[in-house]
């Protein structure tokens, strides 16, 4: 097999900086190279996969790295004065971060726009040995010699394919290459507990992965996919490996939409599907609430309101007896269940309201005009019953909770948590360009003590989530070594933490 086939290109490139050029450089590279691989992330990523995870996976698979750069290259973020090549989540910094650790990658700086190569000052330090790299000048006057220039020198750094040895211990398995429904039937084959290595050398798991059983993380790999989709696959949460076998999984009789079957509170994780929810706006640090405003009684001016909501069900004859249940829900702002309770029940009054309406109007008038028959019956009962309904919520729910002392901040801070957690699910990039759980880092909002363990320094995640150093340096060690975490249950899985820490954390885990 020659050179060429066995070629994997990787392009990075900052879009809003040098986009035309990179989609010229690809197309003119795959016209040259047609045997050759080139990974550009507008048309390589598949629709589902995790941005980030698939450029570092696609990157240790390369021989060659294109490190795109323009004279945009090294800009501010539009509207502030730090650059984005100082932030420590910037998909090109984390792109150049991970070519230059792979050893066996060729990096090459490719300078377009007339750009001229950063200095190791203007460089972050993780990748200031891209600056000693000798670049290569793509230049638009003489585009078409210089592609051919490039193609040539390509061609010339893989004489021959590597030792295949070799090459199979220099890639890693990626979650795009586990068969689901090979993984879905073992599982059915195996008994009620069973280890990762059950399933991963199981025949009928082994015979689709042929490729990729031999890698180095291919059994890590198994389990991490189970950890992730443990739910949807009917698995408890795993247990400690009793061998080398791997961590020990239990079936479950159901299939929950969130399994947490330990003795761990479970917290919502982001869910796959992002809920319908705005972008969060910056939060506001509430007043503090003293002890004698949170504890004192229900003034005066409740009771007043209730007995005005009492009448006005009495006046309308039970029509908007669907106010009640609206009314009561306002009384507790922080309980969601008891709010959706209440709006489920206003929903039902009000349909009842109007199916009175309705069959009361049907009915024949007598000589009075007055409504008579079945129908008009039926309409007054359920009338009556509206409004015996809704004077019931009235009486029942009259009465404010009583908070106690200092709930009113802790339930907002709680609540700004779980919003910002919407934003991580409905939009990550954004969420990481915002800095959402990194305390470490200055913000102009809160996020209710929200912490990126994918991302949180170590010094950081001691000061902000209550860990000590060597917690806290397990967890950035692991972390170094999987890519990033999914969830607090694979975390846990590879990190093992006193439950006190670990329910802690969980509250305030965030994964960007």
């Not at 809920?275 to 506001?284: G, K, L, M």
């Not at 917690?471 to 006193?498: C, H, N, T």
Request: aromatic residues 6%; hydrophobic residues 40%.
């Amino acid at each position: 097999m020659s050179a060429t086939a066995e070629q994997r290109i990787f392009i990075s490139y900052r879009r809003d900086d040098c986009q035309s050029q990179a989609n010229g450089l690809n197309d003119g590279l795959r016209h040259r190279l047609p045997a050759a691989r080139v990974f550009m992330d507008i048309d390589s990523i598949p629709f589902g996969a995790d941005f980030e995870e698939h450029i570092r996976g696609e990157i240790e698979q390369c021989n060659v790295a294109l490190i795109l750069i323009g004279d945009d290259w090294l800009e501010t973020r539009p509207g502030t004065d730090k650059r984005r090549i100082d932030e420590s989540n910037d998909f090109v910094r984390l792109e150049v971060e991970s070519a230059l650790a792979a050893k066996h990658l060729r990096v090459i700086p490719v300078l377009v726009e007339g750009a001229t190569m950063p200095t190791p000052e203007e460089l972050p330090r993780s990748i200031r040995r891209l600056a000693r790299l000798n670049a290569f000048e793509l230049s638009d006057k003489r585009w078409t010699s210089d592609i051919e220039h490039l193609t040539r020198q390509l061609r010339e750094l893989t004489e021959g394919p590597p030792p295949e040895a070799t090459a199979r211990d220099e890639r890693t398995m990626t979650f795009a290459d586990v068969d689901d429904a090979a993984l879905r039937y073992a599982l059915t084959t195996l008994p009620d507990t069973f280890a990762t290595k059950d399933l991963s050398e199981h025949p009928a798991v082994l015979a689709t992965h042929t490729e990729v059983s031999q890698l180095r993380n291919y059994h890590t790999m198994v389990g991490r996919y189970l950890m992730q989709h443990r739910a949807a696959l009917g698995l408890d949460e795993p247990g400690k490996s009793i061998d080398d076998r791997g961590a020990m999984w239990t079936k479950t009789s159901s299939r929950p939409a969130y399994a947490a079957t330990s003795s761990r509170t479970s917290y919502p994780q982001p869910s796959s599907t992002p809920p319908r929810t705005t972008y969060p706006e910056p939060s506001v640090a509430p007043r503090p609430v003293t002890s004698h405003q949170a504890l004192a009684p229900a003034p005066v001016k409740a009771g007043r309101k209730a007995r005005t909501m009492i009448l006005w069900c009495v006046l309308t004859m039970g029509l908007a007896s669907w106010a009640a249940p609206l009314w009561a829900a306002n009384r507790r702002p922080h309980d969601k269940a008891f709010r959706k309770r209440m709006h489920v029940l206003a929903a039902v009054l009000g349909v009842a309201a109007l199916a009175a309406f309705i069959l009361v109007g049907s009915g024949p008038e007598d000589a009075d005009g007055t409504p008579t028959g079945a129908a008009s019956d039926a309409g007054g009962t359920l009338l009556l019953l509206t409004l015996a309904a809704g004077v019931a919520v009235v009486l029942i729910f009259r009465r404010p909770q009583v908070a106690l002392a200092g709930t009113e901040s802790v339930l907002a801070r709680r609540d700004s948590r779980e919003r910002y957690r919407q934003l991580v699910a409905k939009d990550r990039p954004l969420a990481r360009s915002m800095h959402v759980g990194r305390p470490d880092v200055p913000r102009d909002y809160d996020d209710g003590g929200l912490l990126d363990l994918n991302s949180i320094p170590a010094h950081a995640l001691s000061q902000h989530g209550g860990l000590n150093d060597l917690e806290a340096a397990k967890i950035v060690e692991m972390r170094g070594q999987l890519g990033r975490f999914v969830s607090m249950d694979e975390l846990l899985a590879y990190v093992d933490l006193p439950e006190s820490t670990a329910t802690r954390l969980r509250d305030v885990a965030v994964f960007v």
